[in-house]
T-cell receptor, first 116, second 116 residues
Framework: AQSVTQPDIHITVSEGASLELRCNYS??????LFWYVQSPGQGLQLLLK??????LVQGIKGFEAEFKRSQSSFNLRKPSVHWSDAAEYFC??????????????FGTGTLLAVQP | KAGVTQTPRYLIKTRGQQVTLSCSPI?????VSWYQQTPGQGLQFLFE???????NKGNFPGRFSGRQFSNSRSEMNVSTLELGDSALYLC???????????????FGPGTRLTVL
């Protein structure tokens, strides 16, 4: 069965520092991969997604992610974190039902705190 | 365009009662998915509706049900509420192309259900 692992439950970084959030997936074929962000009291917002092609994907708010098939990873990065990036980040993989659904399987999330 | 709206935003019920939550998708979107978010289980897929038909269903008991109307608005119902049903219920809409997983899903702010 497909699954997503986010090993870091909580991460604290200083404002201006670089950020990398880890995500590992379990899936046989080329997966559909997503990163979402959730601010307190808000729903989820899509940061970026990967289906095929260039393994380095650019997203909104200055985020990028790199798909590495050999490591089954899709880590999220940002070169310089802003205080407004404090939120919870979720990695997700699209469930495979022959393409007939948009069901997502989410990781447990990484809560990002930003120190001034 | 207006975003995904969910009503009510907050709800308090007691065990044994039933509840109906509503989701209005973005105009033109035909697919609506529901997710349950709890601290213990994270984000879990409940079901997806497309053109008034349930396209996929998660691993939840039959007490959880849903439907979609001709205008794409969706409702989910939980009968005989249990304490463990306390959660944030998120709705997401997408245009639903021929390859649903490539669509961006737009999430609403959620309905916070508390069962006492």
């Amino acid at each position: 069965a497909q699954s997503v692992t986010q090993p870091d439950i909580h991460i604290t970084v200083s404002e201006g520092a670089s950020l990398e959030l880890r995500c590992n997936y379990s899936y046989g074929a080329t997966p559909y991969l997503f990163w979402y962000v959730q601010s307190p009291g808000q729903g989820l917002q899509l940061l970026l997604k990967y289906f095929s092609g260039d393994t380095l994907v650019q997203g909104i708010k200055g985020f990028e992610a790199e798909f590495k098939r050999s490591q089954s990873s899709f880590n999220l990065r940002k070169p310089s974190v802003h205080w407004s990036d404090a939120a919870e980040y979720f990695c997700a993989v699209g469930a495979d039902y022959g393409g007939a659904t948009n069901k997502l399987i989410f990781g447990t999330g990484t809560l990002l705190a930003v120190q001034p | 365009k207006a975003g995904v709206t969910q009503t009510p935003r907050y709800l308090i019920k007691t065990r044994g009662q039933q509840v109906t939550l509503s989701c209005s998708p973005i105009s033109g979107h035909r697919s609506v998915s529901w997710y349950q978010q709890t601290p213990g289980q994270g984000l879990q897929f409940l079901f997806e509706y497309f053109s008034e038909t349930q396209r996929n269903k998660g691993n939840f008991p039959g007490r959880f049900s849903g439907r979609q109307f001709s205008n794409s608005r969706s409702e989910m119902n939980v009968s005989t509420l249990e304490l463990g049903d306390s959660a944030l219920y998120l709705c997401a809409s997408s245009p639903s192309s021929s390859t649903p997983l490539t669509d961006t899903q737009y999430f609403g702010p959620g309905t916070r259900l508390t069962v006492l």
